[in-house]
């Protein structure tokens, strides 16, 4: 049976604005934000859903999110994550975000946008939209496919997003809604639930703001866990590129939410490059650590250390030809399988950072391109290309992580930000 909304969103809602009907055993609630009018009644429906036995007791199956590669647009596709397994058993994957009307509208097609093989557990979806209705509904029809978690997209500062949208990071101007709609997300769905945002937007970038905007969320929802990318956003003037750059991190901010919510679970995004600046993040007191192009663009020397590094496991002995073996079978697989898409070309983008600073790296890259024009299957490919790559490269296990010294959390606790106090303002209204 679907879990009811947080007790404190119903609480927040007046008698007059929150009906709750019994309709065959199942929990159907109206919730009215603003004014009571026909047009703002927001529902949250509830179906049977047939879930996967996966998606049941996740927290006991899979080890804790101590690391986990970042939802990103265009990026994090079937094909990534693919590789990504491949690489490491244990770190947690982000889908891309998908908006909750394209999921609303392509039921028809659902298989395109929601589902992956089995081997990518964990797995979190996530999800971006500003309506509660297509929200409920978008995360009902992601239950058949058993997610382990699902996230909401507070972050992307993306115009077509943020702007046009209006979702996305956008939304930390309103964390009422928010709050609602993180109640609507576990209501219709029996795994755990998340939120990824920035720290900031534009001049509503204090410490205090952040709190509020967490506080607001958390205690008038479900939600316990918060992906926190220790930049703001600004949204005039920058593209989302200059977004991951230009807004200085304030890696302080993160630490001191660790420090003034104990009860809820911080995971730190922004300029983590390596597998030491992972480990140096753990070690300051980050309950997980999420990376996002530096994993793709150099997964082998990245996610090739994940496994032992964070989850204590035995250094692995596979190698760059046993992982592309298996990544050509499954690539070989799935052409064609919407029509035109995927192609050769789209199969092979994830494994462009796969020979990061490796002799032959540019050779190979070289005839890849080349190969386009010709190939139309991923092993004919792999037969014209690899041998630009020397076997020293392809039958060497991974080799040991770099050691630095660098630590670029070490300030960040010596810079805390005052204290967080919950305004009696805010106590009256949570």
């Not at 192009?293 to 250390?305: E, S």
């Not at 032992?308 to 070989?332: H, K």
Request: proline share 7%; charged share 20%; hydrophobic share 40%.
């Amino acid at each position: 049976m679907m879990k009811p909304a947080g007790h404190t969103l119903i609480a927040s809602l007046t008698p007059v604005h929150s009906v709750i009907l019994k309709n065959h055993g199942r929990l159907f609630s109206h919730l009215i934000y603003g004014k009571l009018t026909k047009s703002r009644k927001l529902h949250c429906y509830h179906r049977k859903c047939q879930f996967h036995k996966d998606s049941v007791m996740v927290a006991t199956r899979y080890p804790p999110p101590w690391f986990s590669v970042a939802p990103m647009m265009d990026y994090t596709d079937n094909h990534f994550r693919t590789l990504a397994r491949l690489i490491s058993k244990h770190a947690w994957l982000y889908t891309e975000m998908i908006a909750a009307e394209t999921i609303v509208y392509q039921t028809g097609n659902l298989d395109r946008f929601l589902a992956f093989g089995p081997e990518q557990h964990p797995i979190v979806l996530q999800i971006g939209g500003s309506d509660l209705e297509n929200i409920a509904k978008a995360t009902e029809l992601a239950n058949a496919y058993g997610y382990d978690e699902i996230n909401f997209n507070c972050g992307c500062p993306s115009p077509k997003v943020a702007g046009k949208g209006c979702f996305g990071v956008r939304l930390m101007l309103d964390p009422k809604f928010v709050a609602n709609a993180m109640s609507v997300i576990s209501a219709n769905t029996n795994v755990p639930v998340s939120v990824k945002c920035r720290i900031g937007v534009d001049d509503h970038d204090s410490y205090n703001e952040l709190c509020d905007f967490v506080y607001k969320v958390s205690s008038q929802s479900p939600t316990k866990h918060f992906i926190i990318h220790s930049r703001k956003a600004l949204l005039n003037g920058i593209s989302p590129k200059e977004n991951r750059s230009i807004p200085p991190l304030k890696y302080e901010y993160y630490y001191a939410l660790v420090r003034d919510f104990p009860d809820l679970r911080f995971t730190i995004n922004g300029g983590i490059n390596t597998i030491d600046e992972v480990i140096a993040a753990r070690n300051e007191g980050a309950h997980g650590v999420m990376i996002g192009r530096a994993a793709y663009n150099n997964p082998w020397n990245l996610l090739g250390h994940v496994d032992s590094a964070m989850y204590g496991s035995p250094p692995s002995t596979i190698t760059r030809r046993q992982v592309l073996e298996n990544y050509q079978v499954y690539g070989d697989s799935v052409l064609g399988l919407y029509g035109p898409k995927p192609n050769v070309r789209d199969v092979i983008k994830p494994l462009l950072g796969f020979f990061h600073s490796e002799p032959g790296n540019g050779l190979w890259k070289r005839k890849v391109d080349a190969a386009f024009l010709n190939c139309k299957t991923i092993k004919s490919l792999f037969e014209e290309t690899l041998v630009a790559i020397p076997d020293s490269v392809l039958d060497s296990p991974i080799t040991a992580a770099p050691i630095s010294f660098s630590d670029i959390f070490a300030d960040a606790k010596n810079i805390l930000p005052p204290p967080y106090t919950v305004q009696e303002k805010e106590l009256l209204y949570a």
